[in-house]
Structure formats: structure tokens, C-alpha cells
């Protein structure tokens, strides 16, 4: 595929992380209007209880149609704590947990403002932890696009990839929890990271 059309993404799943491993070029929106519950704010991580959902308030938008690119984190509830500690307790016993730690730990002990810009951050983290250099650029406006190139609502929490997404099929790989609760589709790419290592490109 020669282009793809995404939504920002919090740690995205692994379904979003195929699509810049094998397009040509990227467009990730900025001026689509949020959505609550969707994983621009957050993602789905394998915890000691199964998977387990991990999301960044936000600042209540003043209008419906606020972009994107617009909405602040909430400062409210020491979310960047919770999360850095629901990683740290579900991955620590994985194989490249310690090996990648350090990379991503900063970002949960420094004040974050705007969502867009913490989650594009993370996402060119994970790239260059895959190895992998996409060609990204950022929409200027709305636009549509191609049917079979745009993922923006694709990919999402509540819809089942195999339904919306014939491009992408999700190969097992080692999971700290597989034995018991089986095999997790498509979670978190930190998920992959942790697990497999330099291999997860392989995965991709």
C-alpha cells in the first residue's frame, strides 16, 4: 500500500503499527474532531487479570467539534503514575522489559499539555525502537480518502479488525500471560516490544 490515512493513537495497537511498517507514506490527521473512547487516548495493555485498558483524561472539550490536535491532557488523578505503574507490574517480567524501560519511563514523569503532540512523541519512539522510518506527514485539513487507504475509524477499540480491516491479520507471538488467558490480539505495540524485542518487527 503506497498510502495510508490514520488517527493519532495512544502506545497504538499493533494493527496501526503494520500500516507504517508497510506504506510508503503516512498521513496522520490532526483536524478530525475528537472522539472519547477511542484509542486516540488510549490502549489495551495484557495485565496479571488479562487485558486491561489504559486511558488519559482529558480536558472536556468546550465544543463538540474541537480538532484533535487541540485537546489537552487533564492533569487530574496522577494518571501518568497509574500508568507507568500498570506497565511496569504487567511487563516486568518480560523478556526486554528492562531493555526498553528507560526509553519510555520520561515519559511519565514530566508534565504533558497537549494529547497530539505526547502521543506523536510515543509513536516516533516505538518506531525508531522497531527500526522502521515511515514516510509521516500531518493533514492540513479534512479531507477524504481513499476507501481501502484510509484506517482514521478502522482501527478501533470497539470495531473487530477482522471486520474492518482485511489487510491485517494478527500472528501470535510470546506472552508473558499466554498460558493463561491464550493468546491476546492486537494490543498495544509496547505489548510486542516487551515480549519480542528486535524480533518484533519479524511480527510486523
Same mark, same amino acid.
Given at each position: ?6 488517527t493519532?493513537a ?18 496522520i490527521?490532526?483536524?478530525?474532531h ?9 490502549c489495551?495493555?495484557?495485565?496479571a ?7 488519559i ?17 487533564s ?6 503514575h497509574?500508568?507507568?505503574h ?14 526498553y524501560?528507560?526509553?519510555? &519511563?520520561?515519559? *511519565?514523569?514530566k ?6 503532540? =505526547?502521543n @506523536?512523541? +510515543? ?6 525502537l ?10 492540513t ?16 477499540p ?8 482485511p489487510?491485517?491479520? &494478527?500472528?501470535e *507471538?510470546y ?7 491464550? =493468546?491476546? @490480539?492486537? +494490543? ?10 528486535p524480533?518484533?518487527r519479524?511480527?510486523?
Amino acid at each position: 500500500m503506497s498510502e495510508v490515512y490514520l488517527t493519532m493513537a495512544y502506545l497504538a495497537p499493533i494493527q496501526y503499527y503494520s500500516k507504517l511498517f508497510r506504506t510508503e507514506k503516512a498521513v496522520i490527521e490532526k483536524y478530525d474532531h475528537y472522539q472519547k473512547q477511542t484509542y486516540r487516548n488510549r490502549c489495551v495493555i495484557a495485565g496479571a487479570n488479562g487485558p486491561l485498558t489504559l486511558s488519559i483524561p482529558v480536558v472536556k472539550p468546550e465544543n463538540p467539534k474541537t480538532f484533535t490536535s487541540n485537546i489537552r491532557i487533564s492533569e487530574h488523578g496522577n494518571w501518568q503514575h497509574l500508568h507507568w505503574h500498570a506497565i511496569s507490574s504487567a511487563y516486568n517480567s518480560s523478556p526486554f522489559f528492562e531493555y526498553y524501560a528507560d526509553d519510555f &519511563a520520561p515519559f *511519565y514523569h514530566k508534565k504533558q499539555t497537549w494529547l497530539f503532540d =505526547f502521543n @506523536e512523541e +510515543l509513536r516516533q519512539l516505538a518506531c525508531r525502537l522497531l527500526e522502521i522510518e515511515p514516510a509521516v506527514s500531518f493533514s492540513t485539513f479534512y479531507s477524504e480518502a481513499p476507501i481501502d487507504a484510509d484506517f482514521r475509524e478502522a482501527i478501533h477499540p470497539k470495531k473487530d479488525f477482522k471486520q474492518t480491516d482485511p489487510f491485517f491479520a &494478527a500472528k501470535e *507471538y510470546y506472552q508473558v500471560f499466554k498460558l493463561k488467558y491464550g =493468546f491476546l @490480539e492486537n +494490543l498495544s505495540i509496547i505489548d510486542l516490544l516487551f515480549n519480542m524485542g528486535p524480533e518484533a518487527r519479524l511480527i510486523l
